[in-house]
């Protein structure tokens, strides 16, 4: 069973920035896809962005497209998701989640969640 540990939230102003780590303990980490997840008070959990095994293909949700990076690195069992331009409805628990099938955009279909880090974007 992979463990996923978030970090890097906070509070930031509106325009600002911030880069969510997620790291994992499993060796063979290469081997999951990962994505984002966000999860704002009263609200269903929603895709953000996901990433291939080898880091070569990325899909992002509409919300965030050109703002949002994700990205990993494989030696270091890391998976990043840099936010720029942060705007207040990006105030959510982020989460990563591991899949060991598919790079896929449904809460649903992963396999590992991490506990999840707050992200809040003041006005």
């Known amino acids: 069973q992979v463990q996923l540990v978030e970090s890097g939230g906070g509070l930031v102003q509106a325009g600002g920035s911030l880069r969510l780590s997620c790291a994992a303990s499993e060796r063979t980490f290469s081997r999951y896809a990962m994505g984002w997840f966000r999860q704002a008070p009263g609200k269903e959990r929603e895709f953000v962005a996901a990433?291939?095994?080898?880091?070569?293909?990325?899909y992002y949700a509409d919300s965030v497209k050109g703002r949002f990076t994700i990205s990993r690195d494989n030696a270091k069992n890391t998976v990043y998701l840099q936010m720029n331009s942060l705007k207040p409805e990006d105030t959510a628990v982020y989460y990563c989640a591991a899949n060991t099938a598919l790079m896929v955009t449904k809460v649903n279909e992963y396999d590992y969640w991490g506990q999840g880090t707050q992200v809040t974007v003041s006005s």
């Open positions: 990433i291939s095994r080898s880091g070569g293909s990325t």
